[in-house]
């Protein structure tokens, strides 16, 4: 699914830097490409899964890894 729009209804209005707002229980949306304020694991606009954390460092390490020759 796509956005829709109705993700602005949800927009987190804080202006705090990006750790802050995981901390404060916003998400973020990749597709939406927003910050949330929401309760649930899913997207409500686009029904994605939303990011409840900061990028995690593993994903780093599987990316260097992979191009070790
Ligand atoms: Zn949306
Ligand atoms: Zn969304």
């Known amino acids: 699914m796509q956005c829709n729009g109705s993700c602005k209804t949800f927009k987190a209005t804080n202006n705090s830097a990006e750790y802050g707002r995981y901390e404060q229980g916003q998400k973020r949306c990749p597709t939406c490409e927003?910050?949330?304020?929401?309760?649930?694991?899913?997207?409500?606009?686009?029904?994605?899964?939303?990011?409840?954390?900061?990028?995690?460092?593993?994903?780093?390490?599987?990316?260097?890894?992979?191009?070790?020759?």
């Open 34 to 69: 927003i910050f949330i304020e929401w309760e649930g694991l899913w997207c409500p606009c686009c029904g994605r899964l939303l990011r409840t954390k900061p990028r995690a460092r593993k994903l780093k390490n599987k990316l260097s890894l992979s191009r070790i020759r």
